[in-house]
Nanobody
């Protein structure tokens, strides 16, 4: 069974940068993986997803140009580089790893899915706080 574990959260001021990591264990091969967040207003939203087989990525509009999702196959680790952080980026960030079919990533589907947690294995989350 695939398990994931996030690390790298913290507190920064507006304009700062943070990097998140997500180690995947119990499964190898191409899959759709992503980062999601729960805001203080209790909104659960997709941030970025990647299909590890071809590196195809999708981002929610509010983070485009500021965040970069990537995957290191040799380490089986997912990353999220976050730059130019804003207070509205504050939240609990979760990593998730889904199955090997590309469909969940195609067109950014998982980012917009009504119940995102219906898919894949999820970590416990790591807190990101951006102060103004």
């Amino acid at each position: 069974q695939v398990q994931v574990m996030e690390s790298g959260g913290g507190s920064v001021e507006t304009g700062g940068s943070l990097s998140l990591s997500c180690e995947v264990s119990g499964g190898y091969g191409s899959r759709c993986m992503g980062w999601f967040r729960q805001t203080p207003e209790n909104v659960f939203e997709g941030v970025a997803i990647i299909f590890t087989g071809d590196g195809d990525t999708y981002y929610t509009e509010s983070v485009k140009g500021r965040f970069t999702i990537s995957h290191d196959t040799s380490k089986n680790t997912l990353y999220l580089a976050m730059n130019s952080l804003k207070p509205e980026d504050t939240g609990m960030y979760y990593c998730a790893a889904a199955g090997s079919t590309r469909a969940l990533c195609s067109g950014g589907f998982w980012l917009r899915a009504p119940v995102k947690r219906d898919y894949g294995s999820w970590g416990q989350g790591t807190q990101v706080t951006v102060s103004s």
